[in-house]
């Protein structure tokens, strides 16, 4: 039976292994469908298999891995699938952004228009950073909405999309075009007006659903 420290030593070491793998998911070290051997990861990382196990079935509850009768793989999303994900996530962030201008927290407010800015200065050139840039935007005005039941359940279909979504920053129009809706939704909030920050933000994962409708879905992969 392991010692209280080596529990805890093999928490911290599930918790770097999740990262690790998390940012090796989303560069696309392991593309969707890809096979996830838990020895392989334990020699990757070096580590035993068990932190390994824990950081898979942690990424299994995000939604980026999924279990299938022969081990973990990268989980795979069809277009179909990911636009439903939008769907929803569409009226979700709406109301977010509407209790986040009914509120209207000066503190918040701060952090909204320092992650707004985060965002417009991250590197064009690396889709993660400008996901992680963006995720942070609307992980803001989640925390904002006051809401923690609707700020969790919005974070659970972040993390679903999370592959996708960097996916969607390899286009430079797509990002200025994220950095001008971004700004229209911050001003509602900023100005306290619920209505425009609502259609402002329903408007935002409209035209990120147009824009996901026109692009081709080749191994997971949008391009």
Do not use: C, W
């Not at 279990?67 to 709406?94: P, W």
């Amino acid at each position: 039976m392991a010692s209280p420290e080596g529990r805890e030593r093999a928490v911290k070491y599930s918790d770097i292994v999740y990262e690790m793998l998390k940012r090796d998911i989303l560069n696309r070290k392991f593309e969707p469908k890809d096979k996830l051997s838990e020895t392989a990861l334990a020699k990757m990382y070096n580590v035993s298999r068990t932190p390994v196990r824990e950081a898979l079935h942690k990424l299994e509850k995000e939604g980026l891995v999924v279990k299938l009768s022969d081990g973990y793989h990268v989980n795979f999303l069809t277009k179909e699938q990911i636009l439903k994900i939008y769907e929803v996530r569409a009226v979700l962030e709406a109301l977010a952004a509407k209790k986040a201008a009914e509120n209207r927290d000066p503190e918040m407010l701060k952090r909204l228009k320092e992650a707004a800015e985060a965002f417009i200065k991250a590197d064009r050139n690396n889709p993660l950073a400008l996901a992680q840039a963006n995720s942070n935007f609307h992980d803001v005005i989640a925390e904002m909405s006051g809401n923690e039941y609707l700020r969790d359940i919005l974070k659970d279909l972040r993390n679903k999309l999370a592959i996708v979504r960097v996916d969607l920053f390899t286009s430079g129009g797509r990002v200025d075009q994220e950095i001008e809706e971004h700004l229209k939704i911050y001003e509602a909030i900023e100005k306290g007006d619920p209505q425009a920050a609502y259609e402002a933000a329903y408007r935002h994962q409209m035209n990120l659903m147009e824009y996901i409708k026109s692009k081709k879905m080749v191994g997971g992969i949008l391009i």
